[in-house]
């Protein structure tokens, strides 16, 4: 059984930076598209950003371009999200994700694109 962790998340004041790891294990899968959503209390989850693996073309919401930066790296199968400026608002539950069904490529930023889940791990931005 393939599993996805995250870890990297915690406590950061307004202006600060963290990075959060999502590490594959398990099963060796093929993923389509690696993805980061983030869930506000009570809220949906919402899309954050993704990365296509045939050629790692990237793709982000518009509430965090030029701040966050998806990247990978293949040898350790693990995917970042490496978030600069942070803001109070960004605070929430981040989750990785991965596509290894292959569904459109037009489905990366919606959560029923994704097969595969990490377990979250909170980002707390303090004022």
């Known amino acids: 059984q393939a599993q996805l962790v995250e870890s990297g998340g915690g406590l950061v004041q307004a202006g600060g930076s963290l990075r959060l790891s999502c590490a594959a294990s398990g099963r060796t899968f093929w993923t389509y598209y690696m993805g980061w959503f983030r869930q506000f209390r009570g809220k949906e989850r919402e899309f954050v950003a993704a990365l296509r693996r045939s050629d790692s073309s990237t793709y982000y919401a518009d509430s965090v371009k030029g701040r966050f930066t998806i990247s990978r790296d293949s040898a350790k199968n693990t995917v970042y999200l490496q978030m600069n400026s942070l803001k109070p608002e960004d605070t929430a539950v981040y989750y990785c994700?991965?596509?290894?069904?292959?569904?459109?490529?037009?489905?990366?930023?919606?959560?029923?694109?994704?097969?595969?889940w990490g377990q979250g791990t909170q980002v707390t931005v303090s004022s």
């Open positions: 994700a991965a596509d290894s069904v292959g569904y459109s490529s037009t489905r990366y930023s919606f959560a029923n694109g994704y097969d595969y």
